[in-house]
T-cell receptor, first 111, second 115 residues
Framework: QKEVEQNSGPLSVPEGAIASLNCTYS??????FFWYRQYSGKSPELIMSIYSNGDKEDGRFTAQLNKASQYVSLLIRDSQPSDSATYLCAVNMDGNNRLAFGKGNQVVVIP | SAVISQKPSRDICQRGTSLTIQCQVDSQVTMMFWYRQQPGQSLTLIATANQGSEATYESGFVIDKFPISRPNLTFSTLTVSNMSPEDSSIYLC????????????FGQGTRLTVV
């Protein structure tokens, strides 16, 4: 399967701060990218999708995509304790929603 | 999105036995997938469930171990056969290509423990 890298360790941020998560992928032909949030003991929940270079904002979340650098990121503004979860980067391998996932980044928001 | 129901939500099974997991969607979807999430790990795609034909398996997964059915556009099953403790994982059904959405959404998962 295609490689998706999320190398950062657990991220602790104070409440109200910005959490920044990064993801790189190996396959240049990938066209669609996703961020899922997974609470402990729960299934992944889609929070952002991005298909074009640039930024996409949805509420407190902003996804950034740079296909030339094969890089996608997620910013969480005004972090809340409810944002404490593991965030999974996923890449669509072939345009048919066969997803390759990164290992995930655990985010802990400290009140 | 769609409402995805997986059964059972969890099970404890004896090694050497088989377990069939069901995934039911409340509306027709084009694509259904099965993923595995081993303890402390991320998700790995097992196979794409194809309606009316054999599933398409990813590298490292075979039909004899993980037979899959998809008789229609709203239902699929995954069987974990001849289980060993290494099969202890969360198994997740995912759907995409439904009414009003193209992205992939997940069922609540089946937590399997093999003893």
């Amino acid at each position: 399967q295609k490689e998706v890298e999320q190398n950062s360790g657990p991220l602790s941020v104070p409440e109200g701060a910005i959490a920044s998560l990064n993801c790189t992928y190996s396959d240049r032909v990938s066209q669609s990218f996703f961020w899922y949030r997974q609470y402990s003991g729960k299934s992944p929940e889609l929070i952002m999708s991005i298909y074009s270079n640039g930024d996409k904002e949805d509420g407190r979340f902003t996804a950034q995509l740079n296909k030339a650098s094969q890089y996608v990121s997620l910013l969480i503004r005004d972090s809340q304790p409810s944002d404490s979860a593991t965030y999974l980067c996923a890449v669509n391998m072939d345009g048919n929603n066969r997803l390759a996932f990164g290992k995930g980044n655990q985010v802990v928001v400290i009140p | 999105s769609a409402v995805i129901s997986q059964k059972p939500s969890r099970d404890i099974c004896q090694r050497g036995t088989s377990l069939t997991i069901q995934c039911q969607v409340d509306s027709q979807v084009t694509m259904m997938f099965w993923y595995r999430q081993q303890p402390g790990q991320s998700l790995t795609l097992i196979a794409t469930a194809n309606q009316g034909s054999e599933a398409t398996y990813e590298s490292g997964f075979v039909i004899d171990k993980f037979p899959i059915s998809r008789p229609n556009l709203t239902f699929s099953t995954l069987t974990v056969s001849n289980m060993s403790p290494e099969d202890s994982s969360i198994y997740l059904c995912s759907v995409a290509g439904g009414q009003g959405f193209t992205e992939a959404f997940f069922g609540q998962g089946t937590r399997l423990t093999v003893v």
